[in-house]
């Protein structure tokens, strides 16, 4: 079906288009990069996309006709379709140590053992929504629905740069040490952002991320 949109102008060459989910979100970034690809009419001039939870930044040149550019989106978002499967993407494989500091209390609190709750975050592929909070740091949705779990009350004053959590239907990765309110399952010695490589997020969106556990 298609998607619901609500366009707000963002200065003098952007759009943000509000949807009603992350899954439209995902879905009309989807329609939309094919047509950016294609480069046709308006569609030649967006040099850039930025998804979020609930909005899609489009972003166009200075010399952009900005209505036409309004008219093509919402065309488009009557062709995109929050339930048609994601095409295959990259995929990152993510080693981990499950030795977070919270792995009982996500336990105890999915009703699962600590055991399980590792199988459940390494069983199923999660899969880059859109980044966010820190350079490099990724939302990871479509993980197994039994890990859904809140954050802290009051987020920890710092978090280790490698941490791996969960927070509401998300999973993430803490690029560098921060502050941080997820809840940690473990930890991982990978480089998530690294302003030397091309390009220095290692988790862009529609990557697909495998978590994989490790020896502690």
């Known amino acids: 079906m298609p998607v619901d949109v609500r366009l707000l102008p963002m200065?003098?060459?952007?759009?943000?288009?509000?949807?009603?989910?992350?899954?439209?979100?995902?879905?009309?970034?989807?329609?939309?990069?094919?047509?950016?690809?294609?480069?046709?009419?308006?569609?030649?001039?967006?040099?850039?996309?930025?998804?979020?939870?609930?909005?899609?930044?489009?972003?166009?040149?200075?010399?952009?006709?900005?209505?036409a550019l309004a008219h093509a989106i919402r065309a488009a978002a009557t062709d995109a379709d929050a339930t048609t499967p994601r095409p295959a993407s990259r995929v990152v494989e993510v080693p981990v140590r499950y030795d977070g500091p919270d792995l009982d209390a996500v336990a105890a609190q999915t009703g699962l053992t600590a055991a399980e709750v590792v199988s459940a975050h390494t069983g199923t592929p999660w899969r880059v929504a859109f980044g966010g909070f820190a350079p490099g740091f990724a939302y990871l949705v479509g993980g197994d629905p039994r890990l859904v779990v809140p954050r802290h009350t009051e987020p920890r004053t710092r978090v280790p740069a490698g941490a791996v959590g969960l927070a509401g239907e998300f999973s993430g990765i803490y690029p560098r040490e921060s502050p941080g309110g997820w809840q940690l399952l473990g930890t991982t010695d990978l480089v998530l952002w690294d302003p030397d490589r091309d390009p220095p997020a290692l988790l862009t969106p529609g990557t697909t991320v495998r978590f994989v556990e490790v020896p502690r």
């Open 11 to 67: 200065g003098e060459c952007a759009w943000l288009v509000e949807t009603d989910d992350l899954e439209s979100v995902l879905a009309l970034e989807s329609t939309l990069g094919g047509l950016v690809e294609d480069g046709d009419g308006p569609w030649g001039e967006v040099d850039d996309l930025v998804p979020a939870a609930r909005t899609l930044l489009v972003v166009a040149r200075a010399t952009t006709d900005l209505t």
